[in-house]
């Protein structure tokens, strides 16, 4: 006997609904996406029991999530979609305030790091800075860039910064495009100046 077309689509959707993964969307659109094709099968089929749909949104999420997956598993009751909402919305919040800070102290790292290398690249062995060193004509041009640091001076390009991102010159980590078009997991490697 053939199948009637609604538990087809209630097949299809119970399919859909085993298989889905978050993949690089956000959370809330992951949680949303879930939860449509649960009220689906509801409107079709059967409702679903909170414990199942805890189970379908758990065996979607990625990596990142692992931690608070295992202690959500581990719970003797069962959560309502809300509940497990708000936590993994948390969650998702805690993840992008660790990794913003996480990526600032990389930019602070890296700029200390080629503060002290282009300090110490302009002195001689006698302590002096070098444009100590040269005539009273460039005398002030010089200590102007050396106190900048490698800012651009009177349209000249004395140092401009490199993105540790993207790899391209005229912009640091913190200002590049493509970072903001992405969400990426950091970590720090050194890098020379």
Not at 87 to 105: A, I, N
Not at 140 to 150: A, F, K, V
Request: aromatic share 10%.
């Amino acid at each position: 006997m053939y199948a009637s077309i609604s538990q087809m689509r209630a097949m299809q959707f119970k399919e859909e609904i085993t298989l889905i993964k978050r993949k690089n969307r956000l959370i809330l659109e992951y949680l949303h996406a879930v939860k449509a094709l649960a009220d689906k099968i509801t409107l079709i089929d059967h409702p679903i029991s909170d414990d199942d749909l805890t189970l379908y949104i758990l065996n979607g999420l990625i990596f990142d999530f692992r931690d608070i997956t295992a202690s959500i598993r581990k719970r003797g009751k069962s959560l309502s979609f809300e509940e497990l909402y708000d936590l993994l919305v948390g969650h998702d919040s805690y993840l992008r305030r660790l990794q913003t800070t996480t990526q600032q102290l990389m930019v602070m790292a890296n700029y200390t790091n080629c503060r002290t290398s282009f300090k110490s690249s302009y002195q001689k062995d006698n302590g002096k800075p070098f444009w100590s060193l040269h005539n009273q004509g460039q005398d002030r041009d010089l200590r102007s860039q050396y106190q900048t640091l490698g800012q651009p001076n009177n349209n000249k390009k004395w140092h401009q910064p490199k993105c540790q991102f993207c790899d391209q010159i005229g912009h640091t980590t913190k200002l590049c495009p493509q970072l903001k078009s992405h969400a990426v997991t950091t970590t720090y490697t050194p890098t020379s100046c």
